[in-house]
Nanobody, 122 residues
Framework: QVQLVESGGGLVQTGGSLTLSCAAS????????VGWFRQAPGTEREFVAT????????DYTGSVKGRFTISRDNAKNTVYLQMNSLKPEDTAAYYC???????????????WGQGTQVTVSS
């Protein structure tokens, strides 16, 4: 059973940067794809980014392309989300999830972390 723990969230001003980490325990993350999702109050969980097992394939939702970068260090069992040029609309709880495909659908991921809050002030 893989457990995922997110960290790195916080309060940042518009234009600032944060790096989120998703650390796995209980099993190797290297055999799984990993996605980042976010959810603001009153909204559905939204796809942000995903990365393949080797890290060779990545995908992003349009609103974060060019600003966010997903990466992974399989030796550290950790996936990262570097977020630059943050905007107030990026404010949400951010979740990482592990699955078997680089899908944009939350339903394709079966291990989830508890989330970390990102708040961007204007």
């Amino acid at each position: 059973q893989v457990q995922l723990v997110e960290s790195g969230g916080g309060l940042v001003q518009t234009g600032g940067s944060l790096t989120l980490s998703c650390a796995a325990s209980g099993g190797p993350l290297s055999g799984k794809t990993v996605g980042w999702f976010r959810q603001a109050p009153g909204t559905e969980r939204e796809f942000v980014a995903t990365i393949s097992r080797s890290g060779g394939i990545t995908d992003y939702t349009g609103s974060v392309k060019g600003r966010f970068t997903i990466s992974r260090d399989n030796a550290k069992n950790t996936v990262y989300l570097q977020m630059n040029s943050l905007k107030p609309e990026d404010t949400a709880a951010y979740y990482c999830a592990a699955g078997d495909s680089t899908s944009t659908s939350p339903a394709r991921y079966y291990y989830w972390g508890q989330g970390t809050q990102v708040t961007v002030s204007s």
